[in-house]
């Protein structure tokens, strides 16, 4: 165990991302199973990466949950040999072969990368001598030596933004952020001061977040080459960390629309999504989006409302303000997931296969299945 421990903790090392003792083990304990059902090959592609190795990393993490679902004797093959492009596995079941693909859509690396462009950010702000809150989001491809631009840009609007009014810079090489400002109430700010900041997904704002999906699963759809039955079931996998579940529904199933009649509410699809392209309805039975599952924070869980009050930074207090002492600890005893976690499965049915869907269920078990007609509500995703 100690030498995974070594070898996981290298991985880690490898990256711009700050491992928690907790990581270091998970991603151990995970090698160790993934050794033991035959494939260390994608071990040794872990340990090996220098490039992609997040990616790397979601094909690790779905091999754990086949490996965590399926019988012991049921074979696993990564990258199975004597095909010109072999997809990421292969697995056979009861005379089905099951295909599947994986597409990284997470944003954990940026998120990793643009740390230390936010402390910059947040550093610099103390400079200016204005006493609000304000919040940044970055687009994925800010760059650094956009920073002095930026901050240029927060000082001019800091002195003139309304209350909660919102900023939208563009930079010289397009790179885009969004910053808030809003006063800070009876409390005295001697400069400007960051109150949150997070990862801005300029394709959600420009209106191509299904284009992107869309486009990520064309690339993926090229390691089939044959047309799925009940006999070769082809999936494809993709870590969606960072996709709302209307997008997707968008981007696979068309995009959706209104249609009003009078007082009447009604909804359909346009017909350019992912399974209505000719080349690919015949070749994919469905799409499986994972998704990390917010962890509790057990030392907070075991806090009495007021204690979690108690221990909140003045910039804290003063972005849960209005909130009772129940709703702040609610807020706070989860946490988000690292690169190692649980995860939930989506499935998203192209209609020309559903006859299979039982098949589909004897690899994975599934948190919900999506079919053409459905459509999330509420914060845009499935409860």
């Not at 990368?113 to 910059?120: D, L, N, S, T, V």
């Not at 010289?172 to 109150?195: H, Q, R």
């Not at 759809?221 to 209307?246: H, Q």
Request: aromatic share 10%; glycine share 6%.
């Amino acid at each position: 165990m100690e030498d995974y421990i070594n070898i996981a903790r290298r991985i880690f090392d490898g990256t711009r991302y700050e491992a928690s003792d907790e990581d270091v083990k998970r991603l151990a304990d995970n090698m160790i199973l993934l050794e033991k059902r035959g494939l260390g090959k994608l071990n040794k592609r872990l340990i090996d990466s220098t490039r992609g190795i997040w990616a790397t990393i979601a094909e690790h993490n779905f091999a754990v949950i086949l490996a965590s679902q399926l019988c012991s004797k049921i074979p696993i093959n990564y990258e199975p040999d004597g095909l010109q492009r072999p997809p990421d596995f292969k697995v056979e079941i009861e005379g089905v072969t099951y295909w599947i693909q994986m597409k990284d859509l997470s944003k954990l690396a940026r998120e990793n990368r643009q740390e230390k462009i936010i402390q910059k950010i947040k550093e610099a702000a103390k400079k200016i001598t204005v006493g609000k809150f304000f919040s940044c989001a970055l687009s994925y491809d800010f760059k650094e030596g956009c920073l002095t631009e930026l901050m240029n840009f927060i000082n001019d609007k800091a002195v003139v933004a309304l209350k909660e009014e919102s900023f939208l810079f563009t930079g010289k090489d397009n790179e885009k952020a969004e910053v808030k400002f809003w006063s800070p109430g009876s409390m005295e700010l001697p400069e400007l001061t960051l109150g949150c900041a997070g990862d801005l997904d300029m394709v959600e704002i420009i209106g191509q977040a299904s284009a992107q999906i869309i486009q990520s699963l064309l690339n993926a759809v090229g390691a089939f080459n044959w047309e799925a039955d009940a006999s070769n079931v082809n999936l494809i996998v993709m870590e969606a960390d960072n996709k709302r579940d209307i997008n997707i529904c968008d981007a696979l199933f068309g995009t959706a629309y209104f249609n009003f009649l009078g007082d009447k509410q009604s909804w359909s699809r346009k017909e350019d999504g992912f399974f209505a392209d000719s080349n690919v309805s015949k070749k994919v039975v469905g799409v499986v989006a994972t998704k990390r599952k917010r962890e509790r924070d057990e030392e907070i869980s075991f806090l009495s409302p007021e204690e979690v009050v108690s221990r909140l930074s003045f910039q804290e207090k003063e972005i849960s303000n209005g909130m009772t002492p129940e709703e702040i600890k609610k807020a706070l005893e989860w946490k988000s997931p690292g690169p190692i976690a649980d995860y939930s499965l989506i499935l998203y049915m192209n209609d020309r296969f559903k006859y299979l869907l039982e098949t589909i269920k004897r690899l994975l078990s599934f948190d919900k299945i999506v079919y053409y007609n459905m459509m999330p509500m509420g914060k845009s995703n499935f409860d």
